[in-house]
Each structure stands twice: as C-alpha cells, then as structure tokens.
C-alpha cells in the first residue's frame, strides 16, 4: 500500500528521523578498534528505551529469516552488507561496519544506514563508502514530484556504474511511515522515466548497498546476514526522504552530514 503523507504527518517523521539520525552518529563514534558488536547493540538499545522510541526489528519476523529477530539495530562487518545480526565480535583494525536502524516514535518510522571504517583506513573500502553516499545523494536530489520511481533507481544505478561495482536488485528502498516497510519497492537498479510517478507526501527509505565485485548475495546459517556471494566487502547508506512540493526533505540527515 502506498499512503501519501500530510506536512504534519511528515514532520512527525521528522522527529523519529532526527532520533535515529543521533543513533547512528553515536554508533559511529564508538565504533573502534576492540568494542563488540553487543556493545553496540546495547548502547543502542539504552537509547531507545530512554528516548522511549520502539525498535521495527524486534520480534520482526519475515519469511527469510530464522525466527523473530531479537535486537534493535543490523550491524554488518565487511562482507555482510544487510540485515547483520549482532554477535560476540570485536571490531578489529580496518573493519568495515554498516548499520542500520529503524525506530518508530509515537507511530511514525523512520529508517537509515550508514558504513563506517574502524581504524585504518583501506583505499578500496574508502572509494565504496563514497559510492553509496554519492548513490544515496543521486537519488536524494532526483526525489521530487513529477519525476518517477525509475529515475531514483536509475539515478543509484548510474553511480554504481561510474564506479564499476554491480548492482543487486533483490534488495532496495521502500515505502515507510506508520510501519517500517510499505509500498513502493525502490530498486537500486531500473531505467529513468518508468514507474510511479512521484508526488509530495510520499516517503522513502532510499537506500544503496554495494559488494565491490559480485551483485550476487548469500545468506548466513542465521537466516539474516547477508553477505557478498565472492567475500567482496560491501557498504549501505540509507536514508529516509519526504518529497514535498519544495522538494527532496531527508529525515534522518546526521549532524555530522549537515557540517560536511
Ligand atoms: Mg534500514
Ligand atoms: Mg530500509
């Protein structure tokens, strides 16, 4: 189903976006060389429960995954790109982390990824973060009524290629609100000028994942974490977006974003 959204529908958004937003600019933060996953799960859910904010991922339950997940936040280390169970691990020295978070507040969702580097730096990790995030923004700036939904996915598609990684198209954006995942299907792969054509008050987890040499994926024992099917490392950046009549209004923007 795909509702469209009032201002003030989308301003409530907004607040929940400005929380997860903060939440991962703390996971960012702590996200160093020796600090386990479970930690940052549990800062994270400290979070949550002070801010009295409800996790979408707790006892959520699809048809891929092996039970009821039972943590607030995905967090994926170097191959493993979506739906990163947290574990006993303990970052180490040029890890790649992506996490991802979706809260809801007062019944409104909002939805956002980001990949951060532990330690030092790899080139080749530093040139896929950026694609994400040039993805991302692409797709950002193409989120405005009278465009359709291809021109997003075309807008991803395009970056992916001026890079060369391939794209992967089982997984993308969506439509969100009330829940965490309502209609349209956003794929990161599709060609301009097809689709739904957009309209203000719709919202969208916009969000592009790359493997660095496959678009193939596959699945841990866990049933959750996915991975890159050749151990490429990978990276997600996500963001939830308003179209309004002015434009492109992303939620979840990080302090840290608005500064750069
Ligand atoms: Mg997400
Ligand atoms: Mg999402």
Known sequence: MIELKTPAEIERMHVTGRFVAEVLSEVGRLAEVGVNLLDLEDH???????????SCYWDYAPSFGNGPFRNVICLSVNDAVLH????????RDGDVLSADIAVS????????????IVGTPAD??????????EALEAAIETARPGNRLGDISAAISAVAADYGYPVNDEFGGHGLGRTMHEGPHVSNKGKAGRGLTLRPG?????????????????YDPDGWTIRSADGSRTAHSEHTVAIT??????????ESELSA
Request: net charge neutral.
């Open 124 to 133: 080749e990790d530093v040139r896929l973060i950026r694609a994400t995030e």
């Open 245 to 254: 009549e002015d434009g492109p209004l992303v939620l979840t923007r990080r």
């Open 84 to 91: 990163g169970l947290p574990h006993d691990y303990t970052l």
């Open 105 to 116: 507040i007062d019944g409104w969702v909002a939805d956002s990824a980001r990949t951060v």
């Open 202 to 218: 719709l919202t969208l987890a916009l969000e592009p994942w790359f493997a660095r040499t496959t678009d193939r994926i596959v």
């Open 44 to 54: 994270a859910r400290s979070m949550l429960k002070r801010r009295g904010a409800e």
